[in-house]
């Protein structure tokens, strides 16, 4: 079955600082993937999504940007991070148009 | 182009049913639908696809309407477990996994 690393689980970062979180996919190939924001006691806001190898859809303009290089990885980026970055980041990933399977988050503190 | 969900909140003694809504305003391919614990990652209950059959989990089941792009979960004879937050996801085709804003279902003993 399909299973979504990602890490780390937290991270406090200061205002400024660039930001780098990873996101790999195991048991599956060519599997569409995605990062969602939740702000506390929020819905699941999708930032981006790739169906494949370089191919990166942006949903909502911001301090955020993030790649593909291989098949199988997702990295979410920032140059330099706002306060209004903070929040659980959530990777999630599907083959298809079948279920999705998340990752268990990073909880980021911007101070 | 998010989902709409209805209600916000809901809270319901053991035993209990309540219903989720979700309605979209684009064509929809398929609807999922997730269940979150407080801190933890979403958990996959369900997956409608256009055509399909109204799909069931133990006590929780869901249907979809794809004319009216509408899709609801049902929570028959609750349980505490059942307490969390739902979401529902849409698809149009196009891959691109929408959430909605959830709904916080509180069940009492």
């Known amino acids: 079955s399909q299973t979504i690393h990602q890490w780390p689980a937290t991270l406090v970062q200061p205002v400024g600082s660039p930001l780098s979180l990873e996101c790999t996919v195991e048991?599956?190939?060519?599997?569409?993937l995605y990062w969602y924001r939740q702000a506390a006691g929020r819905g699941l806001q999708l930032l981006f999504y790739?169906?494949?190898?370089?191919?990166i859809s942006s949903e909502v303009p911001q301090n955020l940007s993030a790649s593909r290089p291989q098949d199988r990885q997702f990295i979410l980026s920032s140059k330099k991070l706002l306060l209004s970055d903070s929040g659980f980041y959530l990777c999630a990933g599907n083959r298809g148009q079948a279920e999705a399977f998340f990752g268990q988050g990073t909880r980021l503190t911007v101070v | 182009q998010q989902p709409v969900q209805s209600p916000q909140a809901v809270i319901l003694r053991e035993g209990e049913d309540a219903v989720i809504n979700c309605s979209s305003s684009?064509?929809?391919?398929?609807v999922h639908w997730y269940r979150q614990k407080h801190g933890e990652a979403p958990v996959f209950l369900m997956i409608l696809l256009k055509g399909g059959e109204q799909k069931g989990h133990e006590k929780i089941s869901a249907s979809f309407n794809e004319k009216k792009q509408q899709s609801s979960l049902y929570l028959t004879a609750s349980q505490l477990s059942y307490s969390g937050t739902y979401f529902c996801g849409t698809e149009g085709g196009d891959y691109k996994l929408s959430f909605g804003a959830g709904t916080t279902v509180t069940v009492r003993a």
């Open positions: 790739s169906v494949g190898i370089g191919q």
């Open positions: 048991g599956t190939s060519n599997p569409n």
């Open positions: 684009k064509a929809l391919y398929s």
